[in-house]
C-alpha cells in the first residue's frame, strides 16, 4: 500500500469517481471500505493522518452503551450491540471481551444493576460477549484489588468489548485498499466543484508532501469529517449553519497497578452525570471520561485542569490507591463531533445530546454524515453508502460488510503483548525483521516496540511522521508520552533511511514531535 501510487491515481484527471469520501477517521475509513467492497470506484482523502483527530482518542470500547440504556435509548443500544458483535467476528485480533465490575455501596445497587445488565445480555442475544451476574464482596476485591472497600458491598460483573481505535482503523485502510479504495493521507480538500445545474461534481485537492493541487470528477462527495464537516459544509453553502456541537472528553492513562487487576471498573454515574471507566489497556489503565462543551474544533485539541482534576478526584474515591496528577503517564483529549439539535443553548450539557449518526444531503447532493460512534461505524457506512447510491444514480448493489474480514483476521486469546494488534501480519513482521539487529532493538527500553515496527508502519501502514508512528501505529504517545519522546529519535532515524531523508529532516521531525508530545504530558520538566 503506497501513497505515491494512490496520488499518481488520484493526478489522473480522466477517472471519474463513483465515491469520493473526505475524511480517514472510523467514519469514513467504514464509508470507503463499503463502497469499494460494493464495487464502486473509491477515493478516499485525509488531510492529516488517519484517525488524527477524534477516531484516535477514544476509551477504546466497543460497546452497546450501558448509560444509554438507562436513558430508554433501546433502539441504539440494540443496533450497538449487534454491531459489537459482528465487529469482534470480523475483527477478533483487536477486538476482545472486556469483564467490567460495578462495586454496589448501598443496598439497592446490586439488584438495580443486576436487573439492568440482564436485559443488556437479552438485548445482545446471538452477539453476547458473556452473562451480567451479582458478585459477592469477596469477588469484587479479588478482580479489582484496588477497589475501596469502605461501605462495599458486593458488586455486578458484565461483558464488552475492548479494543485499540487506531490500529483498527489502519485495518480498515487496508481493507479497503484490497477492496480497490485509492487512499491517501496528508491530502486535503480546498473547494467543491458544481455541475450547470448546481450539483457537486467534484473535488479540488492539494497533496500536502507533493505540494501539487488536482481536481476529481466524482459522481457522490461524501463528508466524513467529523469535528470539520462544517468546514467542508461551508465550501458547498457559505452562510451554512454549524450542524456539529463539539464536546471535549478527556483521558488519563495511569500505571496498571491502580486497578491491580485485568477487570474494569464502572462508575455508573458521577457528579455530572457521566460514567467513569478504569479500563486495562495495553498493560496500563485509561480513566476516562469527561463532557465539556466547546467552542472550536481543533487538531489538537488541550485537557483542561478541571478535567484533569474531576477524573483524579471522582477515581479516587472508589480506589484505594488514589492516583495524582504526578502518577500520569499520558493524558489525551478529543472531540465528539456531535449532531446537536438547533434547540440547544450553548450551556446544555452534550451528554443529553444523541449518539446516533445523522445523515444530511443539501441541495448540491454533497451527503454529510455525522455523529454515531466507533462501535456502529460500519452500520453508518452501509446507511450513508446506501443514501449515495440513491443521489448519485449509481447502481444499486447490497453492503456485504457484515461479514466481510478485516485485514489481519486471527483468531487469538492472547492480548497480553502489543504484537496482538498485527494479527496474521505479525508473522511477516517476524520475517521481516530476520537477521537484522538494529531492527530487532528496542525502541525503549521499558516497552516492547522495536524497529521493525516503525519500518512495517512506514512500508504496509502509510506512516510519513515520528508521531504517525508514535502515537498512531504504535500508541506509545497514548500509554507514556515521556517514554514516547525518548524513542523519538530511535523513530526518527529508522524511518529517514526509509523514507531517504536526511540528518535535517530528523531532527525537524524530533522536534516537532517533541512539541506535540509535551501536551501528552502533565509532569513535563
Not at 33 to 41: Q, T, Y
Not at 67 to 80: I, N, P, W
Request: proline share 3%.
Amino acid at each position: 500500500m503506497k501513497r505515491s501510487q494512490s496520488i499518481a491515481q488520484l493526478s489522473d484527471s480522466s477517472v471519474i469517481w463513483d465515491v469520493v469520501v473526505v475524511g480517514g477517521g472510523a467514519t469514513g475509513l467504514g464509508a470507503a471500505l463499503d463502497a469499494a467492497s460494493r464495487g464502486f470506484k473509491v477515493a478516499l482523502l485525509e488531510q492529516s493522518d488517519f484517525t488524527k483527530g477524534t477516531s484516535s482518542r477514544s476509551t477504546k470500547l466497543v460497546h452497546g452503551g450501558v448509560r444509554y440504556l438507562a436513558q430508554g435509548d433501546v433502539g441504539l443500544v440494540v443496533e450497538a450491540l449487534r454491531e459489537r458483535g459482528l465487529l469482534r467476528e470480523n475483527a477478533p485480533h483487536i477486538v476482545k471481551d472486556q469483564r467490567f465490575i460495578i462495586g454496589s455501596y448501598r443496598w439497592w445497587e446490586k439488584p438495580f444493576y443486576t436487573l439492568g445488565l440482564t436485559l443488556y445480555d437479552i438485548l445482545a442475544t446471538g452477539f453476547t460477549f458473556g452473562r451480567s451476574a451479582p458478585m459477592s464482596r469477596k469477588q469484587v476485591r479479588s478482580e479489582i484489588p484496588r477497589i475501596e472497600t469502605g461501605g462495599l458491598r458486593g458488586g455486578v460483573v458484565y461483558h464488552d468489548g475492548q479494543f485499540d481505535d487506531s490500529r483498527l482503523a489502519i485495518n480498515l485502510l487496508q481493507t479497503a485498499a484490497e477492496q480497490g479504495a485509492v487512499c491517501a493521507n496528508y491530502v486535503k480538500v480546498t473547494g467543491l466543484t458544481k455541475d450547470e445545474s448546481g450539483k457537486i461534481s467534484g473535488a479540488d485537492i492539494y497533496d500536502i508532501f507533493g505540494d501539487r493541487t488536482h481536481h476529481l470528477r466524482a459522481k457522490a462527495v461524501i463528508n466524513a469529517t467529523g469535528i470539520f464537516v462544517d468546514d467542508l459544509l461551508k465550501m458547498d453553502i457559505r452562510e451554512n449553519n454549524n450542524i456539529v456541537r463539539p464536546s471535549q472528553g478527556v483521558h488519563l492513562v495511569l500505571d496498571k497497578s491502580f486497578l491491580g487487576g485485568d477487570t474494569a471498573i464502572m462508575i455508573p454515574k458521577t457528579s455530572d452525570g457521566r460514567v467513569l471507566f478504569g479500563v486495562p489497556w495495553h498493560g496500563k489503565v485509561i480513566l476516562g471520561t469527561t463532557d465539556t462543551p466547546m467552542n472550536e474544533s481543533v487538531l489538537e485539541p488541550q485537557a483542561l485542569d478541571e478535567e484533569i482534576d474531576f477524573i483524579l478526584r471522582t477515581a479516587g474515591r472508589y480506589l484505594t490507591k488514589q492516583p495524582g496528577r504526578e502518577d500520569v503517564l499520558s493524558v489525551f483529549a478529543g472531540l465528539r463531533p456531535l449532531a446537536a439539535p438547533k434547540k440547544n443553548s450553548n450551556g446544555e450539557k452534550t451528554k443529553e445530546i444523541s449518539r446516533s449518526h445523522k445523515i444530511f444531503v443539501s441541495d448540491s447532493s454533497l451527503i454529510t454524515v455525522t455523529g454515531g460512534k466507533w462501535t456502529t461505524y460500519r452500520l453508518m457506512a452501509e446507511n450513508v453508502i446506501d443514501r449515495a447510491i440513491v443521489v448519485a444514480g449509481l447502481p444499486r448493489r447490497k453492503c456485504t460488510t457484515k461479514q466481510l474480514r478485516i485485514h489481519g483476521y486471527k483468531k487469538t486469546e492472547n492480548h497480553k503483548s502489543f504484537s496482538y494488534v498485527y494479527g496474521s501480519d505479525y508473522e511477516k513482521m517476524l520475517f521481516l525483521q530476520h537477521g537484522k539487529a538494529d531492527w530487532a532493538a528496542k525502541l525503549h527500553p521499558r516497552y516492547d516496540y522495536t524497529g521493525v515496527e516503525v519500518v512495517w508502519a512506514v512500508r504496509e501502514e502509510m506512516a510519513f511522521t515520528v508521531e504517525d508512528v508514535l502515537a498512531r501505529r504504535l500508541r506509545l504517545l497514548f500509554l507514556d508520552a515521556k517514554a514516547a519522546i525518548e524513542s523519538a529519535p530511535k523513530v526518527a532515524s529508522l524511518m529517514a533511511k526509509e523514507l531517504g531523508r536526511d540528518a535535517a529532516w530528523e531532527a525537524v521531525q524530533v522536534e516537532e514531535f517533541t512539541a506535540v508530545a509535551k501536551a501528552y504530558c502533565l509532569n513535563w520538566e
